[in-house]
């Protein structure tokens, strides 16, 4: 009988379940803390106290719905290595080990739930160094085992071009599964046919497959994609040319522009120091005549007898 009284362990679930729905919404680097807590409606202090900080908190999220997910992984390509032993064993027993634990486990609210899918895209896109760097260390052997799996029942592919095509096919499965439109696409696929898990997951892989099975490129096909970059590289260095010549003319346009707007302000200096030595030389010569005209010393009657005889 519930009391009504909120636990630690409901806390800690509320915490969890906020942040796998943040993480599915916006990635781990966009969830923060403080989102964490509005959504989960708990303060700052519960999520330190149960987490000590969101790395951890992160981890918890990612362990309590992979560790089972791979569990039944494991398990399951472990029977199917069993019923087709060695090189018996197909592409498509590998790709079922692979995803039909997570088509389950979605059918599942108490462990998955309709988000988990969203959850296991959200793990394979996810660019976060944090997250990658801890998949990596935490289930490297699960990695390990699928590969050899592929290997064995693809013999014909050299093992580096397998990395690179499970890698990315595994990523646009998981995509694909993970997308909201998921449950409208396949309807209008099968024009509203109900259909099975396996019929699902066999319609979404079947291209999936076909990647990873086809032969490696020929001697012509890759010769062919080096004359496309040739000519890729060769507009990008006349686009680059270009744009050089470019900048070099509006430089050479600035450098002229500020070379004249130099010379014009010198001229107007040399001006002005012109009009002021005139008007200097002017006041000069009027102070003189004034001095002249008026001189400062006391007047003499004979001079002045003298000075008007000189004027008649």
Same mark, same amino acid.
């Given at each position: 009988?519930? @009391? ?9 679930? $509320? ?13 781990y680097e966009a ?8 959504? &989960? ?40 290595? &069993? ?14 080990? %692979? ?5 389950q486990m979605a ?10 899918? $969203? *959850? *296991? ?40 071009? %397998? ?13 694909? %599964? ?6 409208? %696409? ?7 046919? $109900? ?49 050089? &010549? ?27 120091? @012109? ?32 000075? @008007?005889?000189?004027? @008649?």
């Amino acid at each position: 009988m519930k @009391t009504g009284k909120t636990t630690a362990g409901d806390t800690k679930a $509320r915490i969890l379940d906020a942040t796998e729905k943040l993480f599915i919404e916006v990635g781990y680097e966009a969830t923060s803390l403080r989102q964490v807590t509005s959504r &989960a409606i708990v303060n700052l202090a519960a999520v330190n106290y149960h987490f000590r900080s969101k790395e951890i908190m992160m981890q918890s999220v990612l362990g309590r719905r992979l560790d089972p997910l791979n569990t039944r992984r494991l398990a399951l390509l472990d029977a199917c290595e &069993a019923r087709w032993p060695g090189n018996e064993i197909r592409c498509e027993h590998v790709m079922g080990a %692979l995803f039909v634990p997570a088509l389950q486990m979605a059918r599942e609210p108490e462990i998955g739930g309709p988000s988990f899918l $969203r *959850l *296991l895209g959200r793990v394979y896109s996810d660019t976060s160094p944090f997250i990658q760097s801890w998949l990596m260390g935490h289930y490297a052997p699960v990695f390990g085992r699928f590969f050899e799996a592929f290997a064995r029942a693809l013999p014909d592919v050299p093992r580096q071009d %397998l990395g690179w095509r499970l890698h990315f096919a595994l990523k646009a499965l998981a995509g694909v %599964l993970a997308g909201d439109e998921l449950g409208n %696409l396949m309807p209008a696929f099968t024009q509203g046919k $109900r259909m099975s898990d396996a019929e699902i997951l066999a319609q979404l892989t079947s291209m999936v497959v076909a990647a990873l099975k086809a032969p490696s490129p020929e001697t012509q096909e890759l010769g062919a994609l080096h004359d496309v970059f040739e000519i890729g590289e060769a507009q990008h260095a006349d686009e680059q040319a270009q744009l050089a &010549a470019l900048a070099a003319s509006v430089e050479s346009e600035a450098e002229q522009a500020a070379a004249a707007t130099a010379a014009a302000v010198n001229r107007a200096r040399r001006s002005a120091r @012109t009009v002021r030595s005139e008007s200097a030389a002017r006041s000069a010569t009027a102070s003189l005549a004034v001095r002249r005209e008026h001189c400062a010393f006391p007047s003499n009657p004979l001079d002045d007898w003298m000075r @008007t005889r000189s004027r @008649t």
